[in-house]
């Protein structure tokens, strides 16, 4: 039976692999990296960074294929969505199948495979059609990144977290209750729809890389600010990875 490793590689930095991640990539025989499309080719490089830094097997083969693009303008955003893992897991059992020798298939995954991550689902869909077993290997979280990279905790004393997307936060605003707030997948800076007053933000795109971007402060002076770096970082890149935390400012510690 083929066991499929699901690797979390962090955002792409070689020191933020842990131990575990670095021998269960080692163990792999067959690599499987996403390519194809102006945004994957970034992402492509990164990953084959992290192994030029850490693979030492001379037996595991590095295989790219295809990563099919979801339809973002499909009205039913979930239907869409699972749709494009279908597609996902089409893409890897081809993969997969054109190597049946390969006995431990691994994929590197941006973050960790448990948080805003579709691989673990994609997955699923696989085992359900061929005998095939899954493991998840723990990664370093953009969240974690980015509280570490502004030296905040990531919640108030003894108060409440929630992490969100930004399409809900556009559609039903801050969540009663809650004193912090993440916010990820966020294209349209949804928190141009708050009421500023009382609301502190700390942002960060491309965390972990060289060129990493940052900015806090009062919802209200911060604001502007990230609206403008992060279009000029889209400009750069065609494509950014960014996420943001804010909190209440009466639970700012």
């Known amino acids: 039976m083929m066991r499929l490793l699901l690797i979390g590689m962090g955002t792409g930095d070689p020191d933020h692999l842990t131990f575990q991640a670095v021998k269960a990539l080692n163990s792999a025989d067959l690599l499987l990296i996403p390519a194809k499309g102006e945004e994957k080719s970034e992402l492509a490089e990164l990953r084959r960074g992290l192994c030029a830094a850490h693979l030492r097997n001379p037996a595991t083969r590095i295989v790219e294929f295809a990563m099919p693009r979801r339809d973002v303008a499909r009205e039913d955003y979930l239907e869409g969505v699972e749709d494009w893992h279908d597609a996902i897991a089409e893409a890897w059992s081809a993969a997969l199948a054109a190597h049946p020798e390969a006995e431990r298939a691994a994929l590197l995954v941006w973050g960790d495979p448990s948080l805003y991550d579709s691989s673990l689902r994609v997955a699923a869909r696989l085992a ?56 990820m997948l966020d294209g349209g800076c949804a928190f141009q729809n708050l009421a500023p007053e009382g609301i502190d933000i700390w942002w960060g795109a491309r965390l972990g890389m060289k060129d990493q971007l940052l900015d806090k402060g009062p919802l209200a002076e911060a604001g502007p600010r990230i609206l403008k770096a992060r279009a000029e970082a889209r400009a750069r890149h065609g494509w950014i990875m960014d996420l943001y935390l804010m909190r209440k400012t009466a639970q700012r510690a």
């Open 128 to 183: 359900a059609r061929r005998p095939l077993e899954v493991e998840a290997v723990p990664g370093l979280t953009s969240m974690q990144m980015l509280t570490a990279a502004h030296g905040i905790p990531l919640n108030g004393l003894g108060a409440s977290v929630q992490i969100t997307t930004g399409r809900r936060l556009r559609d039903e605003g801050w969540p009663e209750g809650v004193e912090t707030l993440v916010v």
